[in-house]
């Protein structure tokens, strides 16, 4: 049986690639790793695409924009996506996300067992819904754990939007 190795990227249809370019530069710190512009077949139409692949240094997950000329954003829903930083960057974060087009929903703390969580959900200026959160001591085999223990009922999980 094959199983994935983890998340490569997440492509997201924005409204205009430079600021949303902009955004995800300034306020988490992506680098733009190469750029591409085509006219692609598109639900059976050819229409021109802007694309962007960024990541941040260090990271091995790759997060693309794409812009699709005449083509709105979000015809398909995304929940949210997260963002995991240090416990002191939540806040300086969450500072710059107004200031580069993007909006804060909500935020606090949660504890999930003995997991304490500071967090806030943002949007940026697309209006796709992010999740900066810090684990300082959230792994993934805790993460798989609280699953299987949600999953057999011995605990509810909360953990926000």
């Known amino acids: 049986m094959s199983k994935p190795m983890g998340l490569l990227h997440l492509n997201l249809h924005v409204t205009n690639i430079d600021i949303s370019q902009h955004f995800y530069q300034q306020v988490f710190g992506y680098v733009m790793i190469t750029e591409v512009s085509d ?10 695409m802007k ?17 699709f000329a005449g083509q709105s954003v979000r015809e398909k829903g ?7 930083v240090d416990d002191d960057q939540v806040a300086t974060l969450t500072e710059k996300v107004e200031s580069f087009g993007g909006a804060i929903l909500h935020q606090g703390v949660r504890k ?4 304490r969580e500071s967090f806030t959900y943002v949007s940026d200026p697309d209006g796709y819904a992010i999740e900066i959160s810090s ?22 999980m909360n953990l926000g939007v």
């Open 112 to 115: 999930v067992k003995d997991i």
């Open 39 to 48: 006219k692609i077949l598109l639900h059976g139409h050819p229409v021109f």
């Open 135 to 156: 684990y300082k001591t959230f792994y993934a085999q805790d993460l798989r754990q609280l699953f299987i223990d949600s999953a057999s009922g011995s605990d509810r």
């Open 78 to 84: 995304l929940g949210h996506f997260g963002i995991v």
């Open 51 to 67: 694309q962007v692949i960024m990541g941040i240094p260090g990271a091995s997950d790759l997060l693309t924009l794409s812009e």
